[in-house]
């Protein structure tokens, strides 16, 4: 079954308020808009227990950071950060359950952002996951 909140995320995500893809006029995306993905690579690689799955390099990820609290499952972090801080993500295997099962590599969590997304929202979920490390630690 579905997540409380998951539904929420993937849908809020997509349709922030005040935000419609068909507003935004039709132009290359600079590559400053990779700038909430650095912040999130680097805000969750200093954490303890935190493991990034993925391309370190931020303009790789095309705006999804997928991430593990080592000892703690993917959808009590997704749910924790949905329930405290407002913080939209989602958990599981994320239309890659091969390579997830291959590895044995249990669920992740997923931040994926867009144009709308600012460095502080990138900060706030880096202080959130470092908070729930230090907490389940």
Not at 27 to 48: H, M, N, Q, Y
Not at 63 to 87: C, K, M, Y
Not at 88 to 103: D, F, I, L, P, Q
């Amino acid at each position: 079954g579905r997540q409380r909140g998951q539904h929420r995320a993937e849908v809020s995500l997509q349709h922030r308020p005040g935000h419609r893809d068909a507003d935004l006029p039709l132009r290359p995306v600079p590559k400053s808009s990779a700038k909430p993905t650095c912040g999130r690579v680097e805000a969750l690689s200093g954490i303890d227990r935190v493991h990034i799955l993925g391309p370190q390099d931020p303009v790789d990820r095309h705006g999804v950071l997928n991430f593990q609290l080592e000892g703690t499952p993917a959808e009590h972090v997704a749910r924790i950060l949905d329930e405290s801080r407002n913080i939209m993500v989602r958990a599981g295997v994320h239309c890659a359950h091969s390579w997830y099962h291959a590895g044995d590599r249990g669920t992740s969590v997923r931040a994926s952002f867009y144009l709308y997304n600012t460095l502080d929202e990138a900060r706030l979920l880096g202080r959130s996951v470092g908070e729930l490390a230090r907490f389940f630690g």
